[in-house]
Structure formats: C-alpha cells, structure tokens
C-alpha cells in the first residue's frame, strides 16, 4: 500500500550546499534520499517546503515523500536518524493525506536572520550569526520592517540572477527585535525569492547606519534599482 509521509526535519547547514539535490556536493535532499533508500530500498521524489542557500540552517523544515514501506511512523524517525548525519535529525514523521506535497501546499515560511554587534568577533556565533562591528538601531529597524509587510514587487530584493518570473510575493510580517544580545529579523510571507531575506536584512543593517537614507517603501517603489536596496550578508543565520 502506498503511503505519503510527511517529514519535520531540523539541520546545521555549515557543512551543507542547502536544500536541493546536487550533483557534485552534498545538500540536505542528498544525505535524506540516501537514509530513506537505506530503510526502504527505495529512491521517492522527496519534495521540499522550500530551499535554503548553503550554510542556512532550519529549525523546522517540512518534506513529504511516497512509499511502499511498511515501516510504522514512530519508527521511521530512528531509523532515518541512524543513517543521517549528526548535522540532520528527523523530528517527526507522520501519515498524510494521499494528495498533500511539502512543496505546493506549503502555506507560509518563516526566515530569521540575527545579528550581533560588538566590536570582537565571537567565535562560538560566527555559523549562527552575522557580526556588525557597530551598534544597531534595533528600533529604527523594526519601523523600517513594517514597510516590507503586504504584497508587493520585491524585484529589487532577489539576486540578479533569480529565476525569471513574477517578483511579486507577500509577506505576512517582518519584525525586528532584540533576544540575548541579538538583533533578530523574522521574516513571514507566502514565499521569498533568491536571497530575498538576506537583502532585506541587509537593508535594514544598512538604514540603522544611515547607509541608505531611502524607505524600505521606495526601495521597492523603485524597482529599477534608482533607490538600491543594501547588500546580501553571508548566510548561516536564517
């Protein structure tokens, strides 16, 4: 009998080429198709709520896959985790309806990207968080995030080389906040394009500077780049 299992999955992407498979490195899907193919003898098409750029990591990822095991749910999890590495962990697995897919009935996704100002680089945060040298205007900010809330044209926050198509999305929240000495940026929306989170979160550093003096609003008023929105920072904290 065929089964459709959904997935919760939490992983440090430091060592990770993200989420998609890849060919000549090693992603999340890679070493879950391996684990899954080492339980069940079989290769499933493992769909993804989204993708995630190298060195990302996710707290609460969700995938879906078919399969004709008869393994029970609650011993799908050690058994995936026993050939995963210690880098990925199956959190859950549970029974979905026949037509449910991670990949198109996914109906929000969360992003955070934190910071820590301080003069030193701490070594213990540098794959959890990006390191600002100067001190940030965390409420300034969390006025300027509130600007990127609603559906808009986000052309002038994806990579130049994002997929061709719409560039519209629409993000639920954007809240910037102080949390044990960081400043976070949670980002929810229906979607986000090629680097999109991190641009934003870019921005919004490059405002507390003074850096741009333009609102996040004709940032993405001017999507042809008159009014340019800041640069990507490195991931490893989304």
Same mark, same amino acid.
């Given at each position: 009998?065929?089964? *459709?299992?959904?997935?919760e999955?939490?992983?440090?992407? +430091? #060592?990770?080429?993200?989420?998609?498979?890849? #060919?000549?490195?090693?992603?999340?899907?890679?070493?879950?198709? &391996?684990?899954?193919?080492?339980?069940?003898? #079989?290769?499933p098409?493992?769909?993804?709520?989204?993708?995630?750029?190298?060195?990302?990591?996710?707290?609460?990822?969700?995938?879906?896959? +078919? +399969?004709?095991?008869?393994?029970?749910?609650?011993?799908?999890v050690?058994?995936?985790? *026993? @050939?995963?590495?210690?880098?990925v962990?199956?959190?859950?697995c549970?029974?979905?309806?026949?037509?449910f897919?991670?990949? @198109? &009935?996914?109906t929000?996704?969360?992003?955070? @990207?934190?910071?820590y &100002?301080?003069?030193?680089?701490?070594?213990?945060?540098?794959?959890?968080?990006?390191?600002?040298?100067?001190k940030?205007?965390?409420?300034?900010?969390?006025?300027?995030?509130?600007?990127?809330?609603?559906? /808009?044209?986000?052309?002038?926050?994806?990579?130049? /080389?994002?997929?061709?198509?719409?560039k519209?999305?629409?993000? @639920?929240?954007?809240r910037?906040? #102080?949390?044990?000495?960081?400043?976070?940026m949670?980002?929810?929306?229906?979607?986000f394009?090629?680097?999109m989170?991190?641009?934003m979160?870019?921005t919004?550093?490059?405002?507390?500077?003074?850096r741009?003096?333009?609102?996040?609003?004709?940032?993405?008023?001017?999507?042809?780049g008159? $009014?340019? $929105?800041?640069?990507?920072?490195?991931?490893?904290?989304?």
């Amino acid at each position: 009998m065929t089964r *459709n299992l959904k997935l919760e999955l939490a992983y440090d992407g +430091t #060592e990770l080429h993200g989420w998609q498979w890849q #060919e000549n490195a090693v992603s999340v899907q890679n070493v879950l198709s &391996d684990a899954v193919f080492s339980v069940t003898a #079989e290769r499933p098409v493992i769909y993804g709520c989204g993708r995630t750029d190298a060195g990302v990591h996710a707290k609460g990822y969700v995938c879906s896959f +078919t +399969t004709e095991s008869g393994v029970p749910t609650g011993k799908f999890v050690g058994a995936l985790n *026993n @050939y995963l590495p210690d880098s990925v962990v199956v959190k859950s697995c549970e029974e979905a309806p026949p037509e449910f897919n991670a990949r @198109y &009935d996914v109906t929000s996704k969360t992003y955070r @990207y934190a910071v820590y &100002d301080s003069r030193v680089a701490d070594p213990f945060l540098r794959n959890r968080a990006y390191h600002h040298p100067g001190k940030l205007d965390a409420g300034l900010m969390a006025r300027a995030a509130k600007e990127f809330e609603g559906e /808009h044209d986000f052309t002038s926050f994806c990579a130049s /080389h994002s997929v061709p198509g719409s560039k519209v999305r629409t993000v @639920y929240s954007a809240r910037v906040s #102080e949390e044990g000495g960081l400043t976070v940026m949670d980002f929810t929306g229906s979607g986000f394009l090629y680097n999109m989170v991190r641009i934003m979160a870019g921005t919004l550093v490059e405002i507390s500077e003074g850096r741009i003096t333009d609102t996040v609003a004709q940032i993405i008023e001017n999507a042809t780049g008159s $009014a340019p $929105a800041g640069p990507c920072p490195p991931a490893g904290s989304t």
